[in-house]
């Protein structure tokens, strides 16, 4: 398994952007479909965004796309996070993860090794 460490969350109002970073140990990174989730108070944790091996491939759920981006850098072993045109309903804590799915890449929690421990976003209104 691979060790991940989110950071780059915080409070930002309704409109605003942030970026999201997703660092992981080793130098198996490159081997890794990476996806990020989130889970609001009270809800199930739901997919946001996932990217193929090579980042030649990137899947988002239809509630962020257009606003959000996701890439990675495997000579810096990291996947980010843009984050544009916030609104309240983003708030969640996010967390990246990491898959040895056989496909691209997959929007299944389950299909994913290995977890960061999370980082909140808080959009105000």
């Known amino acids: 398994q691979v060790q991940l460490v989110e950071s780059g969350g915080g409070l930002v109002q309704a409109g605003g952007s942030l970026r999201l970073s997703c660092a992981a140990s080793g130098r198996t990174f490159s081997r890794y479909s990476m996806g990020w989730f989130r889970q609001a108070p009270g809800k199930e944790r739901e997919f946001v965004a996932a990217?193929?091996?090579?980042?030649?491939?990137?899947s988002f759920a239809d509630s962020v796309k257009g606003r959000f981006t996701i890439s990675r850098d495997n000579a810096k072993f990291t996947v980010y996070l843009q984050m544009n045109s916030l609104k309240p309903e983003d708030t969640a804590v996010y967390y990246c993860?990491?898959?040895?799915?056989?496909?691209?890449?997959?929007?299944?929690?389950?299909?994913?090794?290995?977890w960061g421990q999370g980082t909140q976003v808080t959009v105000s209104s």
């Open positions: 993860a990491a898959s040895n799915y056989i496909g691209l890449f997959s929007a299944r929690p389950s299909n994913y090794e290995s």
């Open positions: 990217i193929s091996r090579s980042g030649g491939s990137t």
